[in-house]
T-cell receptor, first 113, second 110 residues
Framework: QKEVEQNSGPLSVPEGAIASLNCTYS??????FFWYRQYSGKSPELIMF????GDKEDGRFTAQLNKASQYVSLLIRDSQPSDSATYLC?????????????FGKGTHLIIQP | DTAVSQTPKYLVTQMGNDKSIKCEQN?????MYWYKQDSKKFLKIMFS???????INETVPNRFSPKSPDKAHLNLHINSLELGDSAVYFC?????????FGPGTRLLVL
């Protein structure tokens, strides 16, 4: 069974610090990796996606992928209270999205002012 | 402009009833999905449709049936609702694997 694992948290980080969110996946053939942010009562919102090993930066967000270790992470620099949310790691096993995404259970992030 | 929309936003109904949830996307995407998010916030794929053809059906009871009248619409029909069907149902659409979610439909079965 293809699984995606995340620490459910809560992960508490002081405002202005770096928040580090981690995710592991079981299917070595997985193609694409996504981070979604979900505020309480809202729908998942795409933050980052990454396909290749290494780092990908977008503003305050950096996604890191290590396929050999089956590990993907999200770093949030200069954390703001508005970053407080649940962060969902998602994996596309098939490539192209044909089978939908497999989600982790999410990490609840709290940014302390 | 709303990219992926769902109706209704809230749905409260009795056990045994039949209900439908509608989804529309104006992004021109080829693939649409239905996901279920349970009370523990776990988000799980139910169906995937590509160009009106069902691609995958993940161990979902046959009381649930997706219907796609055209590429921009994917509706979800649920027969004989059960208490365990209470959840938030999200529609999504994608192009080249990047998925965008609708606002969700909160279903409560009494």
């Amino acid at each position: 069974q293809k699984e995606v694992e995340q620490n459910s948290g809560p992960l508490s980080v002081p405002e202005g610090a770096i928040a580090s969110l981690n995710c592991t996946y079981s299917d070595r053939g997985s193609q694409s990796f996504f981070w979604y942010r979900q505020y309480s009562g809202k729908s998942p919102e795409l933050i980052m996606f990454i396909y290749s090993n290494g780092d990908k930066e977008d503003g305050r967000f950096t996604a890191q992928l290590n396929k050999a270790s089956q590990y993907v992470s999200l770093l949030i620099r200069d954390s703001q209270p508005s970053d407080s949310a649940t962060y969902l790691c998602a994996v596309d096993h098939s490539g192209g999205g044909a089978d939908g995404l497999t989600f982790g259970k999410g990490t609840h992030l709290i940014i302390q002012p | 402009d709303t990219a992926v929309s769902q109706t209704p936003k809230y749905l409260v109904t009795q056990m045994g009833n039949d209900k439908s949830i509608k989804c529309e996307q104006n992004l021109g995407h080829d693939t649409m999905y239905w996901y279920k998010q349970d009370s523990k916030k776990f988000l799980k794929i139910m169906f995937s449709y590509n160009n009106k053809e069902l691609i995958i059906n993940e161990t979902v009871p046959n009381r649930f049936s997706p219907k796609s009248p055209d590429k921009a619409h994917l509706n979800l029909h649920i027969n004989s609702l059960e208490l365990g069907d209470s959840a938030v149902y999200f529609c999504a659409s994608s192009q080249q694997g990047i998925q965008y979610f609708g606002p969700g439909t909160r279903l409560l079965v009494l």
